[in-house]
């Protein structure tokens, strides 16, 4: 690990970051492509020769998107499924039309997300940020894990987000506690708190899987694409596009919000198991004693499962 020398810093945009790799008989599939670093993230691996698999709830934004990324590349390989993470419903005929395609999976990108929504419950009465960051993407890859399994060696991306470390969860609570607080049955909390215990599920989630899966040859990253990214993620702010324009200087582009992403999906060089900012993996940001609990990991993925089963006996 030592012997590793960084090659990207954080101003790496997704196609210098993808330098020198080839993606051609790759298939990666990515939630959330219709907007901000998703566009980014799809776009160079459509460029890298990827098979792609778009998961959006917009097909007619999905179609355009497709349409502009053949305009580049007329060769491309670009299908898309439609997947509301509002909607476990949406999110469970996503993963059945992904199996029922019979296509490999050599990577999984969780990039969508919400920040702050005007909705604050999703249709199935979650907490929005929990119900569309954590419980749908959850679910998701609950569905497609066998098809990582026999594509490997697959990987899988999950976006968190250094704001995880704001969960104001004490490492010396309960863990009953520590649960409670990460799965919140109200928007009782400000918003900022709220996308904080859902990142940190994020995180926590891509911990267990590579306790689990990495000796069956999955590997997986959690990303924090940066600070600031200026994306479309807060988009039911006011104002966004003027705090863009004065923040600019000292953040992300959307290319370069995406680069950690396609660095991680695609490169050997990566070690899995780690949480990765600006193409590195140095961990400064981590809140440790929160992420790497690995009995709050098990009971995180034992209780989410809980609730998806409690949704289906509602169906």
């Given at each position: 690990?030592?012997?590793?020398?960084?090659?990207?810093?954080?101003?790496?945009n997704?196609?210098?970051a993808?330098?020198?790799?080839?993606?051609?008989?790759?298939?990666?599939?990515?939630?959330?492509?219709?907007?901000?670093?998703?566009?980014?993230?799809?776009?160079?691996?459509?460029?890298k020769?990827?098979?792609?698999?778009?998961?959006?709830?917009?097909?007619?934004?999905?179609?355009?998107q497709?349409?502009?990324f053949?305009e580049e590349?007329?060769?491309?390989r670009?299908?898309?499924?439609?997947?509301?993470?509002?909607?476990?419903?949406?999110?469970r005929?996503?993963?059945?039309a992904?199996?029922?395609?019979?296509?490999?999976?050599?990577g999984?990108?969780?990039?969508?997300?919400?920040?702050?929504?005007?909705?604050?419950?999703?249709?199935?009465?979650?907490?929005?940020?929990?119900?569309?960051?954590h419980?749908?993407?959850?679910?998701?890859?609950?569905?497609?894990?066998?098809?990582?399994r026999s594509?490997?060696?697959?990987?899988?991306?999950i976006?968190?987000?250094?704001?995880?470390?704001n969960?104001?969860?004490?490492?010396?609570?309960?863990?009953?506690?520590?649960?409670?607080?990460?799965?919140p049955?109200?928007?009782?909390?400000?918003?900022?708190?709220?996308?904080?215990?859902?990142?940190?599920?994020?995180?926590?989630?891509?911990f267990?899987?590579?306790?689990?899966?990495?000796?069956?040859?999955?590997?997986?990253?959690?990303?924090?694409?940066?600070?600031?990214?200026?994306?479309?993620?807060?988009?039911?702010?006011?104002?966004?596009?003027?705090?863009?324009?004065?923040?600019?200087p000292?953040t992300?582009?959307?290319?370069?919000?995406?680069?950690?992403?396609?660095?991680?999906?695609?490169?050997?060089?990566?070690?899995?198991?780690?949480?990765?900012?600006?193409?590195?993996?140095?961990?400064?940001?981590?809140?440790?004693?929160?992420?790497?609990?690995?009995?709050l990991?098990?009971?995180?993925?034992?209780?989410?499962?809980?609730?998806?089963?409690?949704?289906k006996?509602?169906?």
């Amino acid at each position: 690990m030592t012997d590793r020398k960084r090659r990207f810093h954080s101003r790496t945009n997704a196609i210098e970051a993808l330098e020198g790799i080839s993606l051609d008989g790759k298939t990666i599939a990515i939630t959330g492509t219709t907007s901000g670093i998703g566009v980014e993230t799809a776009r160079s691996l459509v460029l890298k020769g990827a098979h792609l698999v778009m998961l959006n709830r917009n097909i007619q934004e999905s179609e355009k998107q497709k349409r502009t990324f053949i305009e580049e590349k007329p060769n491309a390989r670009i299908d898309i499924i439609q997947c509301d993470l509002n909607s476990l419903a949406s999110v469970r005929k996503a993963g059945e039309a992904y199996l029922e395609k019979g296509w490999p999976l050599h990577g999984l990108i969780l990039n969508a997300g919400i920040m702050g929504p005007s909705n604050k419950m999703t249709s199935d009465g979650f907490e929005a940020h929990f119900g569309v960051n954590h419980v749908a993407h959850f679910m998701l890859l609950e569905s497609l894990l066998p098809v990582l399994r026999s594509s490997a060696p697959s990987r899988l991306v999950i976006l968190s987000s250094k704001l995880s470390r704001n969960t104001g969860i004490s490492p010396n609570s309960t863990l009953d506690k520590k649960l409670e607080t990460l799965c919140p049955e109200t928007p009782s909390k400000s918003f900022f708190r709220l996308y904080a215990y859902s990142k940190m599920c994020n995180m926590l989630v891509a911990f267990k899987v590579h306790r689990d899966e990495y000796s069956n040859g999955i590997s997986t990253y959690s990303v924090h694409p940066g600070s600031g990214v200026r994306t479309s993620l807060n988009r039911d702010f006011p104002f966004q596009g003027f705090k863009n324009f004065l923040l600019t200087p000292f953040t992300k582009n959307a290319s370069q919000g995406a680069a950690t992403s396609v660095y991680c999906v695609a490169h050997p060089e990566a070690p899995s198991g780690k949480y990765w900012e600006s193409c590195w993996d140095d961990e400064k940001s981590l809140d440790k004693k929160v992420a790497r609990d690995e009995e709050l990991q098990d009971a995180l993925w034992k209780r989410t499962k809980e609730l998806i089963a409690e949704w289906k006996k509602d169906l």
